[in-house]
């Protein structure tokens, strides 16, 4: 089946930057919470998200938990470096978009 995500999909991981921190990130396993402003903010991240992280080379497992207000994301460290994680939502803009462009660009 062909994926529903496409390259530019992944622009909608640096739009949702500003209201996702990560709360706890051990290798393999990440866990972001996001504020409701997401939703206003970035209303395509509550139908697109999910599909879009689950494209990611190396993600086995995505659990989203609204009530919670938070993403889990179970992936593989050896195929995808646990600093991508920083890198994405950490505060260097820069770094966050040069993984967006790295996914674009290796995303088939």
């Known amino acids: 089946m062909p994926s529903r995500v496409a390259p530019e999909d992944f622009d909608l ?3 949702a930057r500003p209201h996702i ?3 706890s990130h051990i290798p393999g396993r990440i866990r972001l919470k996001f504020g409701f402003s997401i939703l206003s903010a970035v209303p395509e991240i509550a139908e ?3 599909d ?3 494209a990611i080379d190396g ?3 995505v659990e989203s938990n609204l009530f919670a207000r938070s993403l889990t994301v179970t ?4 195929v995808l470096p646990p600093d991508w994680w ?3 939502y950490g505060r260097d803009d820069v770094a966050a978009r040069e993984v967006v462009e790295q996914l674009k660009t290796s995303f088939g």
């Open 13 to 15: 991981l640096l739009k």
């Open 21 to 23: 921190e990560v709360a």
């Open 48 to 50: 697109r998200g999910e």
């Open 52 to 54: 879009v992280i689950s």
């Open 59 to 61: 993600i086995r497992d």
């Open 75 to 78: 992936y593989d460290p050896e």
């Open 86 to 88: 920083d890198r994405l």
